[in-house]
């Protein structure tokens, strides 16, 4: 779909193809009514302007729509399809990995009290894993700010491979 196309819709129908991007209704419709477009440029830099302002709360939303890293997302909602394309390497990764993967996240989720988010696509499984325990050493402020953005690139990639 390109820009053009996406303006046509009406607000229902491009919210609900920009919902895959991220589970935060806010910001789907902030988006949906800021258009009409000149230009993709002009909407990712509208959405990217939309994605400053997240907080706790926004990522909260945001992780209830997201497997853990290594785990296949079950569902047929576009957030699910996304995200078995974009954890694809990590899901065919080796048995050592996953199981590293596997006790990563659960140090994670008992020290931060939250799902391990990082962008997937374009990232080895070694590379998550790295980036998984280095993460463990964040303190509660840096983690935070540092998951707000991955989630940040998650839903600009989404969006900007929904807009070409």
Same mark, same amino acid.
């Given at each position: 779909?390109?820009? %053009?196309? #996406?303006? @046509? ?18 910001? @789907? ?7 009409? #477009? ?9 959405? /990217? ?9 926004? =990522? ?9 890293? $290594? %785990? ?11 995200? !078995? ?8 990764? $080796? ?15 008992? !020290? #931060?009290? /939250?799902?391990?988010?990082? /962008?997937?696509? $374009? /990232?080895?499984? @070694?590379?998550? =894993?790295?980036? =998984?325990?280095?993460?463990? $050493? ?5 983690? !935070? ?12 990639? !989404?969006? @900007?491979?929904? =807009?070409?």
């Amino acid at each position: 779909m390109n820009i %053009e196309q #996406f303006n @046509q819709l009406s607000p229902s129908e491009a919210k609900s193809v920009i919902e895959g991007c991220v589970a935060i209704a806010g910001w @789907q419709q902030q988006l949906v009514a800021a258009r009409p #477009f000149l230009s993709l440029q002009q909407a990712m830099a509208t959405a /990217r302007r939309l994605t400053e302002g997240w907080g706790e709360s926004e =990522l909260c939303l945001a992780l209830s729509a997201h497997p853990r890293i $290594g %785990e296949t997302a079950a569902g047929s909602m576009s957030h699910h399809t996304a995200s !078995r394309a974009e954890q694809s390497a990590v899901l065919s990764a $080796g048995s050592q990995i996953k199981q590293l993967m596997t006790a990563g996240n659960r140090a994670y989720e008992q !020290r #931060f009290g /939250r799902i391990f988010l990082i /962008r997937a696509k $374009g /990232r080895s499984p @070694q590379e998550i =894993l790295t980036q =998984l325990q280095r993460r463990l $050493g964040n303190n509660e402020v840096a983690e !935070r700010q540092e998951s707000l953005r991955q989630l940040r690139e998650i839903t600009l990639l !989404r969006l @900007q491979e929904i =807009l070409l």
